[in-house]
């Protein structure tokens, strides 16, 4: 178990705003920060990070929470996990108490499969760097492709031994299981026999975004026709290679800096740029690029610049990525390489400033990279070229917005000679049957002006006291300990019997000022949730001389933390919106805090009041005896005539 010594001094070193910005691409919008949602797919932000209170919300899946609680949804982090991450960041040292075998054995299969890949990544970089086998085949292989010292350490790089069972016996020895070394794809079991899946091969480790070891990729070094030459875990529960890009780990900080990613096809490719100096690039791994790559690249920039090799075999079959990219509303362009050369013979042979300088000439805009391509093959035949403007179309309508459509178009027409309007009305066949093709109904000329009867819905009630509750919560986070001047009225009654109030001002501090009306009424939170809570930040704001927020929710619970989350973070929409850029001004509460105190404890009340009068007006209808309906009738006229006052206090709170 970690110390609540290391804990504390996580949560107090911690930056939200930086630890998120490993992982998303943050731009600034006002006091808070905001950007692509990492849970889901969007193309307009609604992913906000409160620096202030150290909190954060995303508005599409409807998470939210502290830093910790990003890492467990984000990573699928343990909670020991997240602080252990943490600790690394900030550079502290971590004190363990005593941990049980029981407590021990309570480690899900998942974090076995990660711990396991964990240590075979260290038992592959150990063989590379220490053993003679590995020292004179791996590490003189990595040397040869030039890779420097430094590099291999970043890299992680690794060697596994060239016998059968080599690692799969150390690891058993060492107190891993095998069921989860076959889990991980790191051991073969035939029966019962079990040998090594990356004998002889040199290691790529694939982390994630957050350094976790997810599996791995194992070149073959010897002439074997019988073997592949690259090898890639197998999926697993911790390894979805359509999901993961090698790299990304290394680049992330270097793609959100510059605002673009470089996507390469192979692990050293990925390697000869990094040790180059072009940091932000990542690798597919050999597989076809899938829609969740982009999207992992997508979190840090809407930039990705595609380099292939020099020889023009396979280009056709990849323009496929190219319209999965723009398909996800991102901006790519292509750049290919001399004859002969791919990126990782081309950064090795050249300084980075000859690299960056042809990187940025030979760039090209997709649709001038496509038109070149495809014009090519059309040549002088009329119908081949036909076919190139229509698979060019055909790339432009992926694109979602519209603008881009145009000028794409346009672009289009002036490089291959045809009209606009040709190109248009194919774009507009090809969007109509894509929308068929979907399923969506698509209008006809005729039907263009039908008005179409919009289903009924059914109306949710409000619930009143969960909102009235809710706000209470709210109001004791934001603005408990300020001292406010509230109103405070007293019934009178004149020799005529008219009611008149008397109004005394009383500064006290909002936390008190709420706390002491409740107890006076004897009002309980009807929602078990926000009752906790209440008692909790009372409490808080009774034994702590200073209420800070961030360090109250990094106290709590992890689902406490959350509720309060969603709480706090509800007004942040507009930031999203950007509302005042749209000359639409949103009231600040702090400008009237004792107002909204005295009108949420009177609405509570009155609600309450209300609820009370219907209770007994249901109870008459069912008493017989007349003295008791009496009674009962007298009450709820009281407790009307109470209702009527709170009314007229509530007009009154301006």
């Known amino acids: 178990m970690i110390s609540k010594v290391t804990i504390d001094n996580v949560f107090e070193a911690a930056r939200l705003e930086e630890v998120i910005g490993?992982?998303?691409q943050l731009k600034k919008a006002g006091v808070n920060f905001k950007g692509l949602s990492?849970?889901?797919d969007e193309r307009t932000p609604s992913f906000v990070v409160s620096p202030v209170k150290q909190i954060w919300k995303d508005f599409s899946s409807g998470k939210g929470g502290n830093v910790v609680s990003f890492l467990m949804e984000h990573e699928h982090f343990t909670y020991p996990e997240a602080i252990k991450y943490l600790a690394k960041k900030y550079g502290i040292e971590i004190e363990e108490t005593i941990?049980?075998?029981e407590q021990k054995e309570q480690a899900d299969e998942r974090?076995?499969?990660?711990?396991?890949?964990?240590?075979a990544k260290k038992q592959f970089h150990n063989t590379l760097l220490k053993l003679e086998e590995g020292k004179a085949i791996g590490l003189s292989y990595f040397k040869e492709r030039g890779f420097t010292q430094e590099t291999i350490e970043k890299f992680i790089l690794g060697y596994s031994p060239n016998q059968w069972d080599a690692f799969t016996d150390k690891a058993i020895r060492d107190g891993y299981q095998l069921d989860f070394l076959e889990k991980t794809g790191l051991t073969i079991v035939k029966g019962e026999k079990q040998f090594d899946r990356f004998k002889g091969r040199v290691m790529f480790p694939i982390l994630s975004m957050s350094g976790r070891t997810l599996g791995f990729g194992g070149r073959i070094l010897t002439n074997d026709k019988k073997a592949a030459k690259y090898l890639n875990s197998p999926e697993s529960d911790i390894y979805h290679k359509s999901k993961v890009l090698y790299g990304i780990y290394q680049a992330k900080q270097e793609i959100a800096k510059e605002d673009n990613c470089y996507l390469v096809e192979g692990y050293t490719d990925v390697i000869q740029f990094y040790q180059s100096g072009v940091k932000n690039v990542v690798s597919s791994s050999g597989t076809a690029l899938s829609p969740d790559q982009i999207r992992l690249i997508n979190r840090l920039t809407q930039n990705i610049t595609v380099l292939f090799d020099g020889d023009a075999a396979g280009l056709r079959a990849s323009l496929r990525g190219?319209?999965?990219i723009l398909e996800q509303g991102m901006n790519v362009k292509i750049c290919t390489f001399p004859e002969g050369e791919d990126p990782d013979s081309f950064a090795k042979n050249n300084s980075l400033e000859e690299l960056r300088l042809y990187l940025e000439d030979n760039a090209q805009d997709f649709i001038n990279f496509k038109a070149s391509l495809l014009a090519l093959e059309a040549k002088n035949d009329p119908i081949k070229k036909a076919n190139t403007i229509r698979d060019m179309v055909e790339s432009i309508a992926k694109i979602p917005d519209v603008i881009k459509q145009e000028v794409y178009l346009k672009e289009c027409s002036r490089i291959m000679d045809i009209s606009e309007e040709v190109l248009f009305n194919t774009l507009a066949q090809i969007l109509k049957k894509d929308r068929k093709d979907a399923g969506k109904q698509v209008p006809t000329s005729n039907k263009a002006f039908e008005v179409i009867p919009s289903k009924k819905e059914t109306i949710k009630k409000v619930d009143f006291q969960f909102q009235l509750e809710r706000k209470i919560i709210e109001l004791l986070l934001l603005y408990g300990s300020e001292d406010e001047d509230f109103e405070e009225l007293t019934l009178e009654s004149s020799e005529s019997g008219e009611i008149t109030y008397k109004s005394e001002i009383i500064q006290t501090k909002v936390y008190e000022k709420i706390y002491l009306d409740l107890q006076e009424d004897e009002i309980e939170f009807a929602n078990e949730g926000f009752k906790n809570l209440y008692f909790d930040i009372i409490n808080n704001f009774n034994q702590k001389e200073e209420f800070k927020i961030?360090?109250?929710?990094?106290?709590?619970q992890p689902e406490k933390s959350e509720a309060i989350t969603h709480i706090l973070m509800d007004d942040e929409k507009h930031v999203l919106h950007n509302w005042l850029g749209k000359d639409i001004y949103v009231k600040d509460k702090s400008q009237s805090i004792s107002q909204v105190v005295s009108e949420t404890i009177l609405n509570l009340r009155r609600h309450l009041v209300t609820l009370k009068i219907?209770?007994?007006?249901?109870l008459i209808k069912g008493i017989e005896d007349d003295d008791q309906k009496k009674n009962t009738l007298i009450e709820a006229v009281?407790?009307?005539?109470l209702k009527k006052i709170l009314s007229d206090k509530l007009n009154r709170v301006l």
């Open 99 to 101: 941990q049980s075998d």
């Open 38 to 40: 990492p849970f889901s």
């Open 322 to 324: 190219i319209d999965l």
């Open 614 to 618: 219907n209770e007994l007006a249901e």
């Open 638 to 641: 009281d407790y009307s005539t």
């Open 22 to 24: 490993d992982f998303v």
């Open 111 to 119: 974090e076995s499969l990660y711990l396991v890949s964990e240590y």
């Open 550 to 556: 961030d360090i109250f929710i990094n106290q709590l």
